[in-house]
C-alpha cells in the first residue's frame, strides 16, 4: 500500500499546493428517494475555472437511479456542513467514504488516504501500473481520462495498453474530442484480472470491478464494484477526472475494446460524462444538452451557430436575405422500431409488420446483428424482396449497425420485415439486436 502511494505520488507529481484559497471538492452519490448516502467523497481540487464565494453545485441523475451531488467550495468546513446536511450525521455514516488528509508535508508530495470515521467502509485499492498515452501537460490544469482494466489477465497487459492506446488515438483523432486535445491527458491503468474476460448472464468474474453484461447480448455492461473504481480514480487524484472502465470482452464510463464498435460506445458514454448530454438515438427518452432541442425557434437551438445561413438555403424568395433567419424541422418519420434481441434460427424468420403514410421521397432499413459473419449467413427481406446484406468486413461475431438506404418512397399501406438464418451453424450465437425503418422527404424538404 505505501509503496504504491509513493508511486502514485510519483506520477501526480508535486501534487497539491497549499494555497489560502485551494477549492475542495465533495461528491456524494444518494438514494434520491430515502436520501440514504452510498458514497461520499471529499478532496482538495487543484483548480475550478471561475469558482464564486458561493461554490459551484451540479445534481444529476445516474443511470443506477442514484443522484450524484458535487459541491465545490472554498471553505472546507462548509462542505463538511453540507455532507451532514445530504447524508445525516457524520457517527452515523455507514457507506463508502474517502477522504483525502492534508498532504503529509508539501515536500514529501505525497497523498494519504484515510477515512474520517471509523463506521465507514472503505475498499482496498486495487494495484495500479499507469502509462501515458496522450498526455498534454500537467495534471492539475488539464482534463485527466484513465483507462482502467478489467478482465484483462497479466498475460494480457500489453492488450489492454494497445486497446486503451488505440480508443484514445479514435477518440482524439480527426473528431470528438480533436479540438480539445490540448485540453487533455489520456492515461491507462492496469490491474491484472484473475480471470480473462468480463461475466456473462449477470454474473461478474474474478476482476477488480466486476464487469459484466446482462445475458450473452452485446449490449450494456454493466460494474458490481462501484466502490471499487472510484477509490482507483481518488487515488490517481488530479490524474483521474473520467474514469473508463474497460472490460476485456453513468457514473463511470463503460465500454468494451471492442474493434468495430469500441470508440462509438466511448464517444458516446463521454457524451454523457464529459459533456451531460442525453441521448443522440432514436426513441429514447433523455433528450437535452447541447444536442437536443424540442423548440425550433432559433434562440431555443443550442447549435444555432452551425446552421447554414437560413435566408440563403430555405427561402426561394428574393427579398429573404433581409430577413431573420428561420429554422424548420426536415421532414421524416420513424414508422417501425424494434429491440428485439433475438436469437436467430433456421425453422422460422423472425418478421414484424409495419404501416407507411406513402408521403415520403425515400427510405431507410437500419438493423444491428452480432454473431453473423458471412454474408451467406442470413437474408435480410422488406415485403419479400432480398436486401442483400453483406457484413461489415472482418466484424467476426461483432455486433454492428448497417443501413440498406433505398432511394423510392414507400406506398401508403402495410409492409414487413424479415432475418432468416440461413446458417444453421450460427444458431445459439446470431442475434437480431434492433430494426428500425426511417423514411425521408426529397432533397428540398
Ligand atoms: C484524419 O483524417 C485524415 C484525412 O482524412 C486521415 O488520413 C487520417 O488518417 C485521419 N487521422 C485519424 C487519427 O483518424
Ligand atoms: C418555443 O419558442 C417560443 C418562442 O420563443 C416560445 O413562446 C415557446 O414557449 C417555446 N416552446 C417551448 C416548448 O419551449
Ligand atoms: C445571412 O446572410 C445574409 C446575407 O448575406 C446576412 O445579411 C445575414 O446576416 C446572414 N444571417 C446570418 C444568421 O448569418
Ligand atoms: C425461431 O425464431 C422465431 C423468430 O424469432 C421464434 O418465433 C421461434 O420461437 C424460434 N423457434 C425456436 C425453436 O427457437
Ligand atoms: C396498418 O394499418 C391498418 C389500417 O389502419 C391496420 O389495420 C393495421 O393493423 C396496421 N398494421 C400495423 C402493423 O400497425
Ligand atoms: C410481407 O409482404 C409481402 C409483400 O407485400 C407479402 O407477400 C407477405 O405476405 C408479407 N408477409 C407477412 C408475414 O405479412
Ligand atoms: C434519389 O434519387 C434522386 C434522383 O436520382 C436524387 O436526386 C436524390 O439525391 C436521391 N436521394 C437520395 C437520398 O439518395
Not at 1 to 13: C, D, E, K, T
Not at 55 to 74: F, I, M, N, P, S
Not at 381 to 399: H, K
Request: hydrophobic fraction near 35%; glycine fraction near 8%; include cysteine.
Amino acid at each position: 500500500m505505501r509503496q504504491l502511494l509513493s508511486i502514485l505520488a510519483l506520477l501526480v507529481g508535486s501534487v497539491l499546493s497549499t494555497g489560502a484559497r485551494q477549492p475542495h471538492e465533495l461528491v456524494a452519490i444518494r438514494d434520491p428517494v430515502s436520501q440514504q448516502c452510498r458514497h461520499l467523497a471529499l478532496r482538495e481540487l487543484a483548480q475550478f475555472r471561475g469558482l464564486s464565494d458561493d461554490g459551484y453545485v451540479a445534481r444529476k441523475a445516474l443511470d443506477t437511479g442514484e443522484e450524484r451531488v458535487q459541491l465545490v467550495h472554498y471553505d472546507k468546513g462548509y462542505l463538511w456542513t453540507y455532507a451532514e446536511s445530504l447524508c445525516g450525521k457524520r457517527d452515523t455514516w455507514n457507506f463508502h467514504v474517502i477522504v483525502q488528509e492534508e498532504p503529509l508535508a508539501e515536500q514529501s508530495g505525497q497523498i494519504v488516504l484515510q477515512t474520517s470515521t471509523s463506521s465507514s467502509y472503505r475498499t482496498e485499492v486495487p494495484p495500479l501500473e499507469v502509462e501515458p498515452l496522450i498526455t498534454s501537460g500537467d495534471s492539475r490544469n488539464r482534463v485527466d481520462l484513465v483507462f482502467f482494466a478489467d478482465g484483462y489477465t497479466s498475460e494480457e497487459r500489453d492488450k489492454f495498453f494497445d486497446d486503451a492506446m488505440r480508443l484514445a488515438e479514435d477518440i482524439s483523432g480527426n473528431q470528438t474530442f480533436y479540438t480539445v486535445k490540448p485540453l487533455l491527458n489520456f492515461w491507462a491503468a492496469f490491474t491484472p484480472s484473475k480471470e480473462s474476460g468480463v461475466g456473462s448472464g449477470g454474473k461478474p468474474k474474478d476482476t477488480p470491478f466486476g464487469l459484466y453484461r446482462d445475458g450473452t447480448e452485446l449490449r450494456a455492461v454493466y460494474y458490481s464494484k462501484p466502490e471499487v473504481a472510484r477509490e482507483a480514480c481518488f487515488s490517481l487524484g488530479t490524474q483521474c477526472d473520467y474514469p473508463i472502465l474497460m472490460g476485456l470482452g453513468g457514473e463511470f464510463t463503460v465500454i468494451t475494446p471492442s474493434l468495430a464498435n469500441g470508440a462509438l460506445v466511448l464517444r458516446h458514454e463521454l457524451g454523457h460524462s464529459v459533456i451531460d448530454v442525453g441521448e443522440e438515438y432514436d426513441g429514447g427518452f433523455a433528450y437535452f444538452g447541447v444536442n437536443a432541442a424540442h423548440n425550433v425557434t432559433v434562440a431555443d437551438i443550442p447549435w444555432a451557430h452551425w446552421l447554414t445561413n437560413s435566408s440563403h438555403a430555405h427561402s426561394h424568395s428574393a427579398s429573404a436575405s433581409k430577413e431573420a433567419p428561420t429554422t424548420r424541422v426536415e421532414r421524416s418519420v420513424m414508422p417501425l422500431q424494434a429491440y428485439p434481441w433475438t436469437l436467430l434460427n433456421t425453422s422460422e424468420p423472425w418478421a414484424t409488420a409495419f404501416n407507411s403514410s406513402g408521403t415520403y421521397a425515400w427510405h431507410l432499413v437500419r438493423f444491428s446483428l452480432s454473431g453473423l459473419p458471412e454474408k451467406d449467413d442470413l437474408r435480410v427481406e422488406l415485403d419479400g424482396r432480398d436486401l442483400g446484406w453483406v457484413p461489415r468486413a472482418d466484424i467476426g461475431v461483432d455486433r454492428w449497425h448497417y443501413d440498406i438506404k433505398l432511394n423510392r418512397t414507400l406506398a401508403g399501406g402495410e409492409h414487413n420485415v424479415s432475418f432468416t438464418l440461413r446458417n444453421a451453424k450460427r444458431k445459439g450465437e446470431a442475434q437480431l439486436c434492433s430494426v428500425e425503418v426511417l423514411e425521408f422527404g426529397d432533397e428540398d424538404e
